[in-house]
């Protein structure tokens, strides 16, 4: 699906339909919008808004035949809702319910359609265009590498019209950074949705290693002897029931300007979590495959970067390995000495994933960077707290956590800060070690989060826990059910704001 911007009336573009935004509480036509109402005998205002009553209510929706072939053979109003309302966030939503139910529509390969709500004032025709093409293109994610019948798009060409040089300029930044945010996201929302059987540490890293080249990342790749020698001991316990052998992977990308900045991203890499010796329930364990969704998510930031370009170092951290009963596996009463030395009871061999993140997190403060962001389906209580469309967010530094925040809610992502407090390592307390795994069924959530702070010397540390929004069964706003690539847009776009 191809996505163009062009400064032109939308009386002179010929497509299969045009989209015309209208708001609930001012129906006047804007001056681009009044030719098109000219040009089509007033359908819009006389036929449409008049006659048929249609409200601009916020994805209403209605498409009409025109009875011509110049501009276009079909009509789609959509409501926009209240002026004062709408937002990026809302045009998004919208744009994905445009273009599904476009696709659908009888004979639609092309259309056009305005940069809408522009005249709400509430954003800018960068941010405009960057959210109706993210609404679009993220809509129209679809898995199929495994169906022997391919569904394919039957748009295949969306222009948009612009109605002065500047905002034409201003348009085409915003749909060319949506392109690049979009693709990383299909890129972590498929290697998500592969099953485990084929998505293996191996794998993995090989895929990683082939991005890697194409973009010209500094790519290291460690295997067991290596991850040994270095004291990954924590992560190795984990991996040591699989048949699957672990791998670290490492990615950096380097401006060619002085770095500003040097930014570690974490992400867990569990390829398939059964829980271990404390197995999970058969149906717990059915979307387990998507456990090392935060590395996917680390992978995909750190290609939109490489194709962004920020004057910012950026790393790309991931321990990748099975969670697997065998007879070689961890078990309940083990003391594992991390890297950083301290010991760990294993109370629960499915409270896995902070033991593979308390060695990366280790590793990374060897790096001396400004900042260490980790990312992980860590715990079901951020599930239970937060739900299946708010993703968690705790840290060290509550200003960094805020700022984080607030370009998520830009991007369209919603995080929620849950507390860490000191006094929560009692919780994690052992009698023969320093720490146990886990704690009480009681705040999981943020007691994972005390316990990776035990491994990170970092002052400027967050802990991003997507247990909930990474894979969803439901659809929600533009997203479509399955993997949803969440944090890609928001990872990305703090990195572009630092
Ligand atoms: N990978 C799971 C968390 C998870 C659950 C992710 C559901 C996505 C959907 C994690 O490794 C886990 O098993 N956590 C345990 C921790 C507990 C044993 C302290 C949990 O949340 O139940
Ligand atoms: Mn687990
Ligand atoms: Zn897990």
Redesign the pocket.
């Known amino acids: 699906m191809d996505i163009s911007v062009k400064n032109q009336e939308m009386t002179t573009i010929l497509s299969n339909a045009s989209i015309i935004g209208v708001f609930e509480d001012d129906k006047t036509l804007t001056p681009a919008q009044e030719k098109l109402d000219k040009a089509l005998g007033k359908m819009i205002s006389n036929d449409l808004i008049k006659k048929e009553g249609f409200k601009g209510k916020f994805l209403d929706t209605v498409i009409v035949p025109t009875q011509l072939k110049i501009p276009s053979d079909k009509i789609m109003l959509v409501g926009l809702g209240k002026k004062k309302e709408f937002d990026c966030s809302k045009l998004r939503e919208l744009c994905a319910k445009i273009i599904k139910q476009l696709d659908k529509t009888l004979n639609v390969k092309n259309i056009s359609i305005e940069l809408l709500g522009l005249k709400s004032g509430n954003f800018e025709a960068q941010d405009c265009a960057s959210a109706m093409s993210e609404g679009f293109l993220i809509a129209m994610y679809d898995y199929d590498k495994y169906k022997t019948k391919k569904t394919t798009a039957q748009i295949k060409k969306i222009r948009i019209a612009t109605q002065d040089a500047k905002d034409e300029k201003a348009a085409k930044t915003g749909v060319n950074n949506a392109k690049i945010i979009c693709a990383a996201m299909d890129f972590t929302k498929d290697l998500i949705n592969e099953p485990a059987q084929n998505a293996t540490p191996e794998s993995i890293s090989q895929i990683a290693k082939n991005l890697s080249a194409d973009l010209g990342l500094i790519f290291e790749v460690y295997n067991k002897k290596q991850l040994t020698e270095m004291n990954f001991n924590a992560f190795l316990a984990v991996g040591q029931g699989s048949e699957q052998e672990p791998k670290f992977i490492h990615l950096t990308y380097k401006p060619t300007k002085k770095a500003k900045k040097k930014i570690i991203l974490i992400g867990k890499g569990?390829t398939f979590?059964s829980?271990g010796l404390?197995i999970?329930p058969a149906n717990?364990m059915l979307?387990?495959k998507?456990?090392m969704s935060g590395c996917a998510t680390v992978l995909g930031v750190i290609q939109a970067i490489a194709a962004l370009k920020p004057d910012i170092e950026v790393h790309a951290l991931s321990a990748l390995c099975e969670?697997m009963p065998s007879g070689k596996s961890y078990k309940q009463g083990d003391i594992l000495t991390a890297k950083n030395g301290k010991t760990i009871e294993v109370d629960?061999t499915?409270?896995?994933?902070r033991l593979t993140l308390a060695d990366v997190l280790t590793y990374a403060d060897e790096l001396e960077a400004d900042e260490v962001i980790d990312i992980a389906?860590?715990?079901?209580?951020c599930?239970v707290a937060l739900g299946q469309n708010i993703t968690g967010i705790m840290g060290n530094n509550p200003d960094m956590i805020k700022n984080i925040i607030n370009i998520g809610k830009k991007s369209g992502e919603t995080l929620w800060e849950l507390p860490i407090f000191d006094d929560m390592q009692e919780m994690l307390k052992s009698d023969v070690a320093d720490m146990r795994n886990?704690?009480s069924r009681f705040a999981?959530a943020s007691v994972?989060g005390r316990f990776l702070q035990n491994f990170t010397k970092n002052k400027n540390w967050a802990h991003i826990d997507i247990?909930?929004t990474?894979?969803i069964d439901k659809p929600y706003k533009e997203l479509n059910k399955g993997a949803t690539g969440v944090m890609v847009r928001t990872l990305t776009n703090y990195i572009m704001s630092l």
Request: glycine share 20%; hydrophobic share 35%.
């Open positions: 569990i979590d829980g404390d999970k717990s979307t387990m998507t456990d969670n629960n499915d409270a896995e994933g389906t860590l715990t079901g209580a599930i886990t704690g999981g994972a247990a909930g990474a894979f």
